[in-house]
């Protein structure tokens, strides 16, 4: 089932996100290693002017230069929602 | 890898194409006066240099990687031979910081992987594809002071039982846990490989005779899959998606989080990166570097060492003991002990001069490093550097360039792709003027009044600007995106910042020292053949006619050549007005680099690369400085 989302880096600060889609090749490996890839829940933390986004994912924060975040495709969602492997206890 | 070590007989086996091929799918067992190689891997920022630091004691040898200009430390632990490994999110080849973990890695008797308490989920993967490629491995979950304050409980008998490695705890900062390293080394083994991937490394096994090589063919090294004559595998997607779920799976079942404040450091992290705290926050820190580095170092401290130590004690004494050997006025007491001696001046200059500064700089950028400010700062900028086609990451050599760009342009190293490196490496050469120039820039302008420091300062900022946007227009390629973690902000720790200084301070000085020499040692010969004062000759009706300044600054120019504030500090007894005072420093500072830069610039980025820079640099000096005196003069 195909999600409408959009660009990473239109997210608005402090809103939770879904991952729906992320890019293909070297990139898409090193999102990956970093826990960022389709069906994760991010928090976005920060867009600075000019797209530079820096994001949440648990408890690590990471920095993405726009022309990588324009390719992440996200979708808000509730941040009460249970995520991925959210808290638990 | 440098085997350079010359302690005793222990055998180091030769880690040829052949050597691999010996451990054909099963575990040799090493002969047993065979020095074992251990591997200190994991992700940045996980405290490794301490668990190394503690391993090596104070014998370490840093070389660089062959192939590659990643800087590679080597210690002795007991009967291990101790490797330090750049950090890395996984082993492959991205960049040239992953060629070396990898390689090191491949060699590896056993692995010790560092794994940072905290993020789990991010380190983990790791774990698992070093466990995947069939290494001994045994983890240390450190930061185990900093699991409580946020926080977490991890089930570490479970963890270990999940991957099937000895799991054990330390806190590096307070070396809690460190008696238990070499038990540790001793226990490493080979864990639990993904049931599926097993399976699947089984065809590739059979021509690489190495597991850890099948797993890297099968994830698209194409390094790896050239050295066995095979296509690189398609499957790095798959494997990374098992892998991920099974690292998620895993933390489900041995990580419990329970919500707790947000603690100091972590807001201090968020206003970094906040648009309008980031801006305060990075003059603060541009402001403590000027007054440590601008004013203590480059004007107290200098101006002692450089003075009394280097031209009053220093060149007196060797000028003296030169005398008993050969006349200071010959051709070859010239070279030696002359103006620009390759024993008076140089050594005055790289002791008692660049090194005092060089050690400031690396000092500040370790405290900005360990601090967790710099990844900060380097997202702050990643827009703004975008603009000329480089990342935040660029911001380091940018800031070292202030202090000395020769060591600026040694950093461009550690840049994403071979653009960026082209792009901060002119950018270096062209528009940033070093500390030692600066000091003589400031000093002139101050005289000069705040209309010639506005202009000095737009003329070179837009040449900045140019320079950059033009290469990023006209270059092929694109920039490497952003992507890099921002550790948590901690207080840097003492011992970590000065080793790490100590390291880089003794790395750069080896790398440059000889450069700095045989530029002196060409501009002394330059000297007593005459063909100093043809090239003043030649560069005289320039200047006076284009340039529209005296006579004598065509000298100052020439000298500009050997040091840049040489070339700064001939113009201070002439008598020019402030306007020209403008167009003289203008042109100098976007002149030739000093020949040490440009040596460097030589070695680092090719003959031709660097020959278009170094002439542009004279075109552009010139043009930029006429076309400013016929405007203002």
């Given at each position: 089932?195909?999600?409408?989302g959009i660009?990473?880096?239109?997210a608005?600060?402090g809103?939770?996100l879904?991952?729906?889609?992320?890019p293909?090749g070297?990139?898409r490996a090193?999102?990956i290693?970093?826990?960022i890839?389709?069906?994760?829940?991010?928090r976005?933390?920060?867009?600075?002017p000019?797209?530079t986004?820096?994001?949440?994912?648990?408890?690590?924060e990471?920095?993405i230069?726009?022309?990588?975040a324009?390719?992440i495709?996200?979708?808000p969602?509730s941040p009460?929602?249970?995520?991925?492997?959210g808290a638990?206890k | 890898?440098?085997?350079?070590?010359?302690?005793?007989?222990?055998?180091i086996?030769p880690?040829?194409?052949?050597e691999?091929h010996k451990?054909i799918g099963v575990d040799?067992a090493?002969e047993a006066?065979?020095t074992l190689?251990?591997?200190?891997?994991g992700n940045?920022n996980?405290?490794k240099?301490?668990f190394?630091?503690?391993?090596?004691?104070?014998?370490?040898?840093?070389s660089?990687y062959?192939?590659t200009t990643?800087e590679?430390?080597?210690?002795r632990?007991?009967?291990?031979?101790?490797?330090d490994?750049?950090g890395v999110?996984?082993?492959s080849?991205?960049n040239?910081?992953?060629v070396?973990t990898r390689?090191i890695?491949?060699?590896a008797d056993?692995?010790?992987?560092?794994v940072?308490a905290?993020?789990?989920?991010?380190d983990?993967?790791?774990?698992?594809?070093?466990i995947?490629?069939?290494?001994?491995v045994?983890v240390?979950?450190?930061?185990m002071?900093e699991?409580q304050?946020h926080?977490?409980?991890?089930?570490?008998q479970?963890?270990?039982?999940?991957?099937?490695?000895?799991?054990l705890l330390?806190t590096?900062?307070?070396?809690?846990?460190f008696d238990?390293?070499?038990?540790a080394?001793?226990h490493?083994?080979?864990?639990?490989?993904d049931?599926?991937?097993?399976?699947r490394?089984?065809t590739m096994?059979?021509i690489?005779?190495?597991?850890?090589?099948a797993?890297?063919i099968?994830?698209?090294?194409?390094?790896?899959?050239?050295r066995h004559?095979v296509?690189p595998?398609?499957?790095?997607?798959t494997i990374?998606?098992?892998?991920r779920?099974r690292i998620?799976i895993?933390i489900?079942a041995?990580?419990s989080?329970?919500?707790v404040?947000t603690?100091?450091?972590?807001?201090?992290?968020r206003w970094?990166?906040?648009?309008?705290?980031?801006i305060?926050?990075?003059?603060?820190a541009?402001?403590?570097i000027?007054?440590?580095?601008g004013?203590?170092v480059?004007?107290?401290?200098?101006?002692?060492?450089?003075?009394r130590?280097g031209r009053?004690?220093?060149?007196?004494?060797m000028?003296?003991?030169a005398a008993q050997?050969?006349?200071?006025t010959?051709?070859?007491?010239?070279?030696?002990?002359g103006?620009?001696g390759?024993?008076t001046?140089?050594?005055?200059y790289l002791?008692f001069?660049?090194?005092p500064l060089v050690i400031a700089?690396?000092l500040?950028?370790a405290?900005?490093e360990d601090?967790?400010?710099?990844?900060?700062?380097?997202?702050?900028?990643d827009?703004s550097l975008?603009a000329?086609?480089l990342?935040?990451?660029a911001?380091?050599?940018?800031?070292l360039?202030f202090?000395?760009?020769t060591?600026?342009t040694?950093?461009?190293r550690?840049?994403?792709?071979e653009r960026?490196?082209?792009?901060s490496a002119?950018?270096?050469?062209f528009?940033?003027?070093?500390?030692?120039?600066l000091?003589?820039v400031a000093?002139?302008?101050?005289g000069?009044?705040?209309?010639?420091i506005?202009?000095y300062?737009?003329t070179?900022?837009s040449?900045?600007?140019?320079?950059?946007t033009?290469?990023?227009r006209t270059?092929?390629?694109t920039?490497?995106p952003?992507?890099?973690?921002?550790?948590?902000?901690?207080?840097p720790?003492?011992?970590?910042?000065?080793?790490?200084?100590?390291?880089?301070?003794?790395f750069f000085?080896?790398e440059?020292?000889?450069?700095f020499?045989a530029?002196?040692l060409?501009?002394?010969?330059?000297q007593?053949?005459g063909?100093l004062?043809?090239?003043?000759?030649i560069?005289a009706?320039?200047?006076?006619g284009?340039?529209q300044?005296p006579?004598e600054a065509?000298?100052a120019?020439?000298?500009g050549?050997?040091?840049?504030?040489?070339?700064?500090?001939?113009?201070y007894h002439?008598?020019?007005?402030p306007?020209?005072?403008?167009?003289a420093l203008?042109t100098i500072?976007l002149?030739t680099?000093?020949?040490?830069s440009?040596m460097?610039m030589f070695k680092e980025?090719g003959?031709k690369e660097?020959?278009?820079?170094?002439?542009g640099?004279w075109?552009v000096?010139?043009?930029?400085g006429?076309?400013?005196?016929?405007a203002?003069?």
């Amino acid at each position: 089932m195909k999600t409408s989302g959009i660009p990473l880096h239109l997210a608005a600060k402090g809103s939770t996100l879904i991952i729906v889609d992320i890019p293909d090749g070297k990139n898409r490996a090193r999102l990956i290693r970093l826990g960022i890839l389709k069906g994760e829940r991010v928090r976005c933390l920060e867009v600075l002017p000019g797209g530079t986004v820096v994001i949440e994912k648990n408890r690590q924060e990471i920095a993405i230069g726009v022309s990588l975040a324009r390719l992440i495709v996200v979708a808000p969602t509730s941040p009460d929602h249970p995520g991925h492997h959210g808290a638990k206890k | 890898m440098n085997n350079g070590s010359a302690r005793g007989t222990t055998k180091i086996p030769p880690h040829n194409h052949v050597e691999r091929h010996k451990h054909i799918g099963v575990d040799i067992a090493p002969e047993a006066n065979a020095t074992l190689k251990v591997a200190l891997v994991g992700n940045p920022n996980v405290g490794k240099s301490l668990f190394f630091n503690y391993l090596s004691g104070m014998y370490v040898d840093v070389s660089n990687y062959p192939g590659t200009t990643v800087e590679v430390v080597k210690g002795r632990f007991k009967s291990y031979e101790i490797y330090d490994t750049p950090g890395v999110y996984g082993i492959s080849s991205f960049n040239d910081e992953e060629v070396v973990t990898r390689d090191i890695v491949l060699e590896a008797d056993i692995v010790l992987n560092i794994v940072d308490a905290v993020h789990p989920e991010r380190d983990l993967f790791l774990t698992q594809q070093l466990i995947d490629m069939g290494k001994k491995v045994s983890v240390m979950l450190n930061f185990m002071d900093e699991v409580q304050a946020h926080g977490l409980q991890i089930d570490t008998q479970l963890l270990s039982r999940y991957l099937g490695v000895p799991v054990l705890l330390t806190t590096a900062t307070t070396r809690a846990g460190f008696d238990q390293i070499e038990t540790a080394i001793e226990h490493a083994r080979r864990g639990e490989q993904d049931p599926a991937l097993h399976h699947r490394l089984h065809t590739m096994l059979s021509i690489t005779g190495s597991e850890a090589e099948a797993l890297l063919i099968l994830e698209g090294d194409e390094a790896i899959a050239g050295r066995h004559g095979v296509p690189p595998g398609h499957e790095r997607d798959t494997i990374y998606i098992e892998r991920r779920n099974r690292i998620n799976i895993m933390i489900d079942a041995v990580l419990s989080e329970k919500n707790v404040r947000t603690r100091v450091a972590t807001l201090f992290g968020r206003w970094a990166v906040s648009t309008w705290t980031g801006i305060p926050m990075l003059l603060a820190a541009l402001y403590l570097i000027y007054l440590f580095v601008g004013k203590l170092v480059a004007q107290d401290i200098v101006s002692f060492t450089e003075t009394r130590l280097g031209r009053e004690l220093w060149e007196p004494w060797m000028r003296g003991i030169a005398a008993q050997y050969v006349s200071p006025t010959s051709w070859f007491g010239t070279i030696l002990v002359g103006e620009f001696g390759v024993l008076t001046m140089t050594v005055t200059y790289l002791l008692f001069l660049l090194l005092p500064l060089v050690i400031a700089f690396y000092l500040s950028l370790a405290i900005m490093e360990d601090s967790g400010y710099l990844p900060r700062l380097a997202t702050f900028v990643d827009r703004s550097l975008n603009a000329i086609g480089l990342n935040g990451r660029a911001v380091i050599p940018l800031i070292l360039g202030f202090g000395c760009v020769t060591m600026a342009t040694i950093t461009t190293r550690l840049l994403g792709n071979e653009r960026e490196k082209t792009i901060s490496a002119a950018i270096l050469q062209f528009a940033i003027p070093c500390s030692a120039q600066l000091a003589v820039v400031a000093a002139l302008l101050a005289g000069a009044g705040f209309t010639s420091i506005l202009i000095y300062s737009i003329t070179i900022f837009s040449i900045f600007v140019a320079v950059g946007t033009i290469l990023h227009r006209t270059l092929p390629g694109t920039t490497t995106p952003l992507l890099i973690d921002l550790p948590p902000m901690r207080l840097p720790r003492f011992d970590n910042v000065a080793r790490k200084t100590a390291y880089r301070t003794y790395f750069f000085m080896r790398e440059a020292t000889p450069w700095f020499f045989a530029g002196a040692l060409g501009v002394g010969i330059l000297q007593v053949t005459g063909l100093l004062t043809v090239w003043q000759n030649i560069l005289a009706p320039f200047t006076t006619g284009w340039l529209q300044l005296p006579r004598e600054a065509a000298t100052a120019f020439v000298m500009g050549m050997v040091r840049r504030d040489f070339g700064a500090a001939g113009l201070y007894h002439l008598s020019l007005s402030p306007n020209q005072i403008v167009v003289a420093l203008v042109t100098i500072t976007l002149f030739t680099p000093c020949i040490a830069s440009l040596m460097v610039m030589f070695k680092e980025r090719g003959f031709k690369e660097a020959t278009i820079v170094w002439t542009g640099t004279w075109v552009v000096a010139f043009l930029v400085g006429g076309l400013l005196s016929q405007a203002l003069i």
